[in-house]
């Protein structure tokens, strides 16, 4: 992205301004969540030397790095920064990058809408069963809550990339 494209984006308003923010924040959640878990890790491994081990860490670990890992989806959707194969567009001009892009936005909203369903379902059968963590007894549905919203953002980031013809690329410039 240059420069002018970062100031327009910066200006921009409206829903797809507050969607972009809403995106942002909640990967800076995610990656607070990371940190959060590393800490109980070291506060756990410190305590087996010397105290206690924090008990429930490698349910907290699961839960919370499962969380985290979904949070990233919709920022890395929106900012073009998930994993291509460069291989096959290497020597691509950048209209072709850009329709290749576009036909990865349209899976990316057909995949979260896929997945925000089925995680619905999952959670809605996880929520009738009653199942929980073996040690906290931490309820497994409400993990999740957190990924349903990263599926929406994830949804709205895809939405947003594919209006904006492979992530702002005009396709009228020829290459």
């Known amino acids: 992205m240059n420069?002018?494209?970062e100031s327009d984006e910066m200006r921009r308003t409206g829903w797809i301004g507050a969607a972009k923010l809403a995106i942002d924040v909640w990967a800076l959640a995610g990656g607070v969540l990371l940190l959060a878990v590393v800490a109980?890790?070291?506060?756990?491994?410190l305590g087996g030397i010397f105290w206690k081990p924090f008990p429930g860490d490698f349910e907290?670990?699961?839960?919370?790095?499962?969380?985290?890992?979904?949070?990233?989806?919709?920022?890395c959707q929106l900012r073009g920064a998930n994993v291509t194969a460069d291989i096959f567009t290497?020597?691509?001009?950048?209209?072709w990058i850009a329709i290749f892009r576009i036909f990865a936005a349209a899976a990316a909203i057909?995949?979260?809408a896929l997945l925000l369903w089925r995680m619905y379902a999952g959670?809605?059968?996880?929520?009738?069963?009653?199942y929980t963590t073996a040690i906290l007894q931490v309820p497994i549905w409400c993990a999740y809550v957190p990924i349903l919203v990263s599926l929406a953002l994830l949804f709205v980031a895809a939405a947003i990339s594919f209006s904006?013809?492979?992530?702002?690329l005009n396709l009228r410039k020829r290459a």
């Open 110 to 112: 057909v995949f979260a």
């Open 3 to 5: 420069p002018a494209n």
């Open 164 to 168: 904006e013809g492979g992530f702002g």
């Open 40 to 45: 109980i890790n070291v506060f756990s491994v």
């Open 123 to 130: 959670m809605l059968s996880q929520k009738e069963y009653g």
């Open 90 to 95: 290497a020597r691509a001009s950048t209209r």
């Open 60 to 75: 907290l670990t699961e839960i919370g790095v499962a969380v985290a890992a979904f949070s990233f989806l919709p920022y």
